[in-house]
């Protein structure tokens, strides 16, 4: 089983930077892609940006140019840097491993960590 702590969400103004950090633990074989998501209220989850273990990343069309994933593989932790952030970026994120075992892919969640930022 796989652990996901998330940290560095809070409350910021608009145009303004946070950095958020997913740590993986736990029965991991190896990682393939790392990924952030979110969801605001009343609204599906959706894909943030994702790296694969080839760092090949995409990103949401909404964050391109202001958000930065990144991972470090040493620390099984994968980053999400938030520059010029809006009050649309308001969500609950959550970071999302897939890791695998031979033949087999398994995804774990993290918690969430919530990100707010006032206009």
């Known amino acids: 089983q796989v652990q996901l702590v998330e940290s560095g969400g809070g409350l910021v103004q608009a145009g303004g930077s946070l950095r958020l950090s997913c740590a993986a633990s736990?029965?991991?074989?190896?990682?393939?892609?790392m990924g952030w998501y979110r969801q605001a209220p009343g609204k599906q989850r959706e894909l943030v940006a994702v790296i694969t273990n080839s760092d090949n990343t995409n990103y949401a069309d909404s964050v391109k140019g202001r958000f930065s994933i990144s991972r470090d593989n040493a620390k099984n932790t994968v980053y999400l840097q938030m520059n010029s952030l809006k009050p649309e970026d308001t969500a609950v994120y959550y970071c999302?491993?897939?890791?695998?075992?031979?033949?087999?892919?398994?995804?774990?969640w993290g918690q969430g960590t919530q990100v707010t930022v006032s206009s």
């Open positions: 999302k491993v897939v890791t695998k075992e031979g033949y087999y892919a398994y995804e774990s």
């Open positions: 736990g029965r991991i074989f190896s990682i393939n892609a």
